[in-house]
């Protein structure tokens, strides 16, 4: 599951660093992927609603066994 949720970061990563940020996977357990967003997008405030709206709707679309996604 590890190796398809890092496939489905590499499509998500491009729009982040257009923004000056990136994403770091730290760890999936049970379902739950955990997610460092670095660069610009750690100290965005608009952080939260890009891990949800974004990063998690594309995840459950390409890894369907993704329950939810977090910050590391």
Same mark, same amino acid.
């Given at each position: 599951?590890?190796? !398809? +949720? #890092?496939?489905? =970061?590499?499509?998500?990563?491009?729009?982040?660093? %257009?923004?000056? &940020?990136?994403?770091?996977?730290?760890?999936? +357990?049970?379902?739950?992927?955990? +997610?460092? =967003?670095?660069?610009?997008?750690? &100290?965005?405030?608009? !952080? $939260?609603?890009? =891990?949800?709206?974004? +990063?998690?709707?594309?995840?459950? $679309?390409?890894?369907?066994?993704?329950? !939810?996604? #977090?910050? %590391?």
């Amino acid at each position: 599951m590890r190796e !398809s +949720v #890092e496939k489905a =970061l590499e499509k998500i990563r491009p729009a982040l660093m %257009a923004d000056g &940020g990136d994403i770091e996977l730290v760890d999936v +357990v049970d379902g739950v992927v955990k +997610v460092r =967003l670095t660069g610009a997008c750690g &100290g965005c405030p608009m !952080s $939260q609603m890009t =891990l949800k709206m974004g +990063v998690e709707k594309v995840l459950k $679309q390409q890894v369907p066994e993704v329950k !939810s996604v #977090e910050t %590391a």
